[in-house]
């Protein structure tokens, strides 16, 4: 699929109609998804209040529950699940292995590790907890690629260390909560199992801001990508700088999973499964960064919408659910690679 050039000022970029159409498409699943989010609840409203309650004639109650409780959680649950989408892309993409995923090669472990120290340790509120997170995030990323790199980083090494290191990491955060008083196990349990509950616009502003920044040298440095997807030796005879490009979007990947860590908890496959789905809707034999970011947002607010409506009383926080989902797509994608002969 070659495309269709388009130039942006000095910047070309090649188009493509397939991909267009998917990302189209999921942005309109998407809206319909958080149409029905914002309508439906213990305070379920009709298509006409919610109209007259965005554009300013709701009642108080009903401006309460559209602009404090379900826009925000709306907008937490796309600009995470894009955040995830991307960064989830540009490592399977830098490790040329489908579970080369933030959440299985140890990043999102960082983050949750930084968190519960905070949390734990030092007692920390939202805010110390969230940068917690992030440090945490970049810390396990920093050791991840340091013990990967033996003359360039291969993408087999940065996933068998990820690994040994979300295992370490794992048996670690078990620990400090054992040794953590009963309401401080409590409250990192809620955190580490990933919620969009009591979100709100805090939580909205760094991620969206982590995006605005982020994307456009995700999209900029993925072109580069397919580069690397020929190997090392390959993307240097055609010009790319591999080790800084690697490095450049290492960077991007890990502050967009830490970011987005921090304002909705260690969010489970959604970054593992929206970058192959996107692919394979897609037709595209590259990182396809928009239609991963388009399909991360349609996954968890669908995840959300699932977990919050279909269990009446008994609503699961959005981990539970893109966790077991996640699981059964894993299992697929195991057998599938298996039957395949790659390993």
Known sequence: MTGV??????????AHPRAI?????????????AVLEMLTG???????QLVDTLGGAGTGGQKYVVFDLRLPRVAVAVLVGAALGISGAIFQSLSRNPLGSP????????????????LVVFGGGITQIALGSILGGIAAAVAVYGLAHRTGVQGYRLILIGIGVTAVLGSLNTYILTRAGLRQAQAAQVWLVGSLN?????????????????LPAGVVLGRKLNLLEMGDETATMLGVRVESTRLLLVVVSVALTAVATACAGPIAFVALAAPQLA??????SGPALLPAAAMGAALLLGGDVLSQRAF?????????????????YLAWLLATEWRSGRR
């Open 312 to 328: 009446g009383q008994n609503a699961l926080p959005v981990g539970v659910a893109t966790a077991a989902l996640g699981g059964v």
């Open 198 to 214: 009591g979100r709100g616009w805090s939580e909205v502003l760094p991620v969206a801001v982590a995006l605005v920044l982020l």
């Open 279 to 284: 692919r394979r809707l897609a037709g595209s």
């Open 103 to 118: 959440d299985i090669i140890g990043f999102a472990s960082g983050s949750a590790t930084g968190a519960i120290l905070v």
């Open 5 to 14: 050039p388009v130039r942006v000022g000095r910047m070309s970029l090649r």
């Open 42 to 48: 213990d305070f379920p409203l009709t298509y006409t």
């Open 21 to 33: 159409v998917v990302v189209v498409a999921l942005l309109a699943a998407t809206s319909g998804l």
